[in-house]
């Protein structure tokens, strides 16, 4: 039952999109087709959704591991920035002549970054008992303009004529290709990880299963002896952890180099993937992949139907909504037939 | 030298005033418990509502009145999903900034590059002839000084008006005031729906009025630093207000260092407000009774009464 | 580092150029339509730079009716896609592409070289490469000439410069803004102030306020939203259309202004295209015939007398007699950057680190 509302919610959107498409003047149906297959038609735009699809799934799991015990990480874009600036400093200093720990390092050193900018909300929640939400928030400006002044200041590229650029990353400081001919490297193999140690961590371990406990009810946890401190701190760490090798990803792959804006919001978008995801590995996976979707699809909607670029965020935004409408929709068939009293939702 | 103070005064003021009326908004929400992220994405849509508004018609008022509909309807998305249908919070607001800015940037294509002249009306003329503080009342917007009258208006309502003890219950212990028979749902739609509207008063003030002009990432971020600016206030009014213009005031800070040939990194200082709330939410966090005394204890959550 | 050194790979660029130029590329069939993709970084909603942008490429298809189109994108604000989207547009048939920013320039350095079914341009890019042209305007010569206007407008001598990020164009320009006015009013001081956004209407205006305060009575700036100059008439002074006419806004107090042109870039890339004659360049242009900068208009307060002062100069430009960077000049430091005599070098423009004497504000240390 848990898989119907995200198929509803998919088809509501996609019905959307064809309003919008016939608000345009265009054929919806052909149009809709042109906007969900024309991104994928070759090889290349499929290696294009996986990389664009890579650092989504992988975030996504890592916040997902805090959000189902009910820990809200929503730093997930500072964390990453993170990412850029340690597995940056690494690539930039010793990408020329550190042989072949330069990747391994980098990915660490991004890891660990990222991990460091989520012990600050993990550490204040813990200690302080501040809002890892509010605290997080926080976090994502901070470290934007942290790159900000690095990459407008120290790390601009001497040749550059003062743009706010970083050098090209050494070739021995980017990720492996691994189709010939297209962008697809390894962050790929870092989100399939991810979804498999996400499983495993989750439905496979104790830690999981106290983390799921935790999540569902604090009181319950604590009787059964689970730090909920403990909680927050895998939580966050893992977030943390895999923003920051998404961060990397982006600078050793798509980009080549380290701009002020390196992030382009996946932080953020990853939240959303968690949720379209259930907070299920395997769901966020296909989540991601359809998210990154979108992406490609808004940007060659405005290549061959003329469409505004605004489309993308409507039609990610729009899936949410009805993937949360559906879940209420669902739930209320499920209980209609229960003997429940209407709960305060229905008389509001 | 009072030449140099007054344009500083009339810049911090103006700069604040946005924040004024989201900050509030955005607290009055959060007082009853609910947390709404998406206020980036209403002040667009108010922003751009205001904006074709003054454009048809030329008339503020009406523009700010369209602002304000325009988005609550975004609240009310909000509302729905959030507190009736009980869905993640931060999710559902995030979603909402999202679409919001999305939305905006769709409906305003057909205002791109236009401006908008608002002469001074004749009350800030009329203003400007006041002893004392008419150069700088004469410089204002009234709905800037509308802004000091809502601050009023919610301090009065929140501590000072059986309502307003009601709905700092029901963002403290939603099921206590179920149980006392308060309807709590119904109590948060109308925090939500305030929020949105004020967010909404804010989009206007800086599209219409602020700006004069419709233009992608007009907002650029002030939705979000009036999230941070509820946090920083404690869920105070007195704070959130005062916290208003030092936020704008740490923007004009930093713009007059630089020109005075301070060299402080502008990034340290854009970064400072943000550090600054952390600080804050740790300081009240940490004590037990001054965390009971500020944070709405349900903040965040959703409420069933079934539970 | 990469080893070779930037005049090694000129000449390989050079040398490339010279093979694809090499009279295969085909010329246009008479009936035939010239597809043309133009990506833009930011929202066309810009009124500033992006607004340009796409001033070009409409001109381009005035130029051209129905021989020429254009397929735009804008708000690519993402780097990662620069790639993806440039590959497509040259795969869906555009001859000639386009980039808007150097941001693109990194992805249309890569990409270029193999996608041969097109040619690129990139505005701002830092050099031309193989199959990839640049071009950029010599802005400083327009900044030069309105910092005439405002060396004798000025009655504080202090003149405001609000800045969006500290790019080259930027940097060079708000220096000639200050030697252009110290050229006729040595007394003339300039404050920069960063407003760090490229599209923030509402801090623009806060920098103008924070510049008012300080005394300044004509600012200029580099952001370019008529907001600045809106905000300026509110307080009573002077602002300049700097890369940007806002006349049409700012209807009392905007004192003198210049635009950035870039149809003569468009028009000639696609009309060497068509003809089968494109080869890749670097151009640097200003003032003048085929030029990307063009003075626009005067506010009709400008005294004759300093109208026919800018218009000598900028006659002596376009002839190569005044050269804004010409010695001596000093840094804010008080030391010598360029010897009395001596003129700057182009490369040495762009790549300037310093701001010139008599000019409050920072740079981003390195």
């Not at chain 1, 008992?129 to 942290?146: C, G, P, R, T």
């Not at chain 1, 050494?170 to 390894?186: D, M, S």
């Not at chain 2, 309807?73 to 909402?96: C, D, E, M, T």
């Not at chain 2, 204002?140 to 309502?163: D, E, G, I, K, N």
Request: charged share 10%.
């Amino acid at each position: 039952m848990v898989w119907l509302s995200p198929v509803i919610a998919l088809t509501l959107t996609a019905l959307m999109a064809m309003i919008v498409f016939a608000a345009a003047g265009l054929n919806p149906l052909s149009s809709l087709a042109t906007f969900i297959l024309a991104p994928v038609a070759d090889l290349y735009g499929v290696a294009e959704l996986l990389i664009k699809a890579a650092p989504l799934v992988l975030i996504g799991i890592g916040l997902s591991v805090g959000y189902r015990a009910g820990v809200w990480n929503i730093g997930g874009e500072g964390q990453l920035i993170l990412g850029v600036i340690f597995g940056g400093y690494i690539a930039l200093h010793f990408g020329t002549d550190g042989g072949v720990w330069v990747l391994p390092a980098m990915v660490i050193a991004a890891a660990m970054g990222g991990m460091l900018w989520a012990a600050v909300p993990a550490l204040l929640r813990t200690r302080f008992n501040a809002s890892e939400i509010l605290v997080s928030l926080m976090m994502n400006y901070i470290a934007q303009l942290w790159l900000s002044w690095l990459v407008f200041g120290a790390w601009r590229d001497p040749a550059g004529f003062n743009f706010p650029q970083s050098q090209p990353l050494a070739p021995g400081a980017l990720f492996p290709i691994l189709i010939e001919g297209t962008r697809a490297n390894a962050s790929i193999i870092f989100a399939l990880l991810a979804v498999i140690l996400g499983w495993v961590l989750m439905n496979r371990s104790f830690v999981g299963f106290q983390l799921r406990v935790t999540g569902l009810s604090e009181g319950a946890a604590r009787y059964a002896g689970f730090s909920t401190h403990r909680a927050v701190w895998i939580g966050m760490l893992a977030g943390g952890a895999t923003a920051g090798i998404a961060g990397v990803g982006e600078i050793a792959g798509p980009l080549g180099q380290i701009f002020p804006t390196a992030s382009p919001g996946y932080g953020y978008a990853a939240i959303i993937v968690a949720f379209l995801g259930r907070l299920n590995p395997v769901g966020i996976l296909f989540s991601g992949l359809l998210m990154a979707l979108i992406y490609l699809s808004g940007d060659l909607a405005q290549m061959s139907l003329g469409m505004p670029s605004a489309i993308t965020g409507l039609l990610q935004s729009l899936l949410l909504f009805f993937l949360l409408t559906a879940d209420v929709f669902i739930q209320y068939r499920l209980r209609y037939t229960a003997p429940a009293r209407a709960t305060e939702g229905a008389a509001a | 030298m009072i030449e140099q103070v007054i344009p500083l005064v009339v810049a911090t003021l103006v700069a604040g005033t946005p924040l004024v009326y989201a900050g509030l908004g955005e607290l009055v929400t959060e007082r009853a418990g609910v947390l709404n992220m998406g206020v980036e994405g209403m002040m667009v849509i108010g922003a751009i509502a205001a904006f074709a508004v003054t454009q048809a018609t030329g008339n503020v008022w009406l523009a700010v009145l369209a602002a304000m509909v325009a988005a609550m309807a975004l609240s009310v998305l909000f509302a729905v999903l959030a507190i009736s249908f009980r869905a993640n919070q931060v999710a559902v607001g995030l979603a909402l900034t999202i679409f919001g800015t999305s939305l905006g940037s769709y409906l305003g294509k057909p205002y791109v590059g236009m401006a908008l002249v608002v002469e001074p009306s004749a009350l800030m003329q009329a203003a400007a002839r006041l002893p004392l503080l008419g150069p700088i009342l004469g410089q204002l917007h009234p709905l800037v000084w509308l802004s000091w009258l809502l601050f009023a208006a919610v301090w009065y309502f929140l501590y000072r008006t059986r309502r307003g003890l009601v709905l700092r219950a029901v963002g403290e212990s939603p099921t206590s005031a179920h149980a006392i028979g308060y309807p709590v749902q119904r109590i948060r739609y109308f925090a939500t729906l305030f929020g949105g509207a004020m967010a909404g008063v804010a989009g206007a003030y800086v599209s219409v009025l602020y700006t004069g002009l419709w233009t992608e990432g007009l907002i650029a971020g002030r939705g979000w630093i009036a999230v941070a600016l509820v946090v920083f206030a404690t869920w105070r009014p007195g704070r959130c207000f005062a916290g208003a213009y030092l936020f704008g005031g740490a923007t004009m800070a930093q713009l007059f260092a630089q020109s005075a040939g301070i060299g402080l990194p502008s990034e340290l200082m854009s970064a400072l407000p943000y550090i600054a709330t952390i600080v804050v939410l740790v300081l009240i966090s940490r004590n037990a009774t001054v965390m009971r005394l500020s944070v709405p204890a349900s903040l965040g959550k959703p409420f069933s009464a079934r539970a | 580092m990469p080893s070779f050194s930037r005049r090694d790979f000129l000449k390989t660029a050079a040398a490339t150029s010279l093979a694809s130029a090499g009279g295969w590329q085909p010329a246009l069939a008479a009936d035939e339509v010239l597809k043309v993709g133009v990506i833009h970084m930011g929202a066309i909603s810009d009124t500033g730079w992006e607004h340009y942008q796409a001033e070009a490429w409409h001109a381009l298809e005035k130029a051209y009716p129905g021989k020429v189109k254009v397929t735009m994108l804008e708000n690519i604000s993402q780097i990662q896609d620069c790639e993806r989207l440039f590959r497509q547009l040259s795969t869906q048939g555009n001859k000639l592409i386009f980039g808007t920013t150097f941001s693109q320039y990194a992805s249309l350095k890569k990409l270029a070289p193999s996608l041969t079914g097109s040619h690129f341009e990139c505005c701002a890019g830092i050099e031309p490469g193989p199959n990839l042209g640049v071009f950029e305007a010599r802005h400083y010569e327009g900044t030069y000439l309105t910092g005439i206007a405002a060396g004798r407008m000025t009655k504080s001598n202090i003149l405001g410069w609000v800045g969006a990020f500290p790019v080259p164009q930027v940097i060079y320009g708000l220096n000639a803004f200050l030697l252009g006015a110290r050229s006729v009013n040595p007394a003339a001081t300039l404050k920069v102030v960063w407003a760090n956004a490229w599209v923030d209407p509402a801090k623009e205006r806060d920098a103008v306020a924070a510049l008012v305060a300080q005394g300044a009575d004509v600012v200029s700036g580099s952001p370019n939203s008529p907001v600045q100059g809106l905000a300026a008439e509110e307080k009573g002074i002077w602002s300049i259309g700097s890369t940007g006419d806002f006349s049409a806004y700012v209807k009392k107090k905007q004192l003198v202004s210049f635009e950035l042109d870039w149809s003569s870039a468009h028009i000639n890339a696609a009309k060497a295209v068509m003809d089968g004659t494109w080869k890749p360049e670097g151009r640097w242009r200003g003032l003048g015939e085929g030029g990307y900068v063009k003075m626009t208009t005067n506010t009709p307060e400008l005294p004759a007398s300093v109208a026919a002062e800018m218009k000598a100069a900028e006659a002596d430009i376009i002839a190569g007699k005044l050269k804004p960077f010409t010695g001596p000049i000093k840094d804010q430091a008080g030391t010598q950057k360029v010897a009395a005599g001596s003129t700057l070098a182009d490369n040495d423009i762009k790549g300037m680190t310093w701001l010139v004497e008599g000019v409050q504000g920072t740079l981003p240390k390195t």
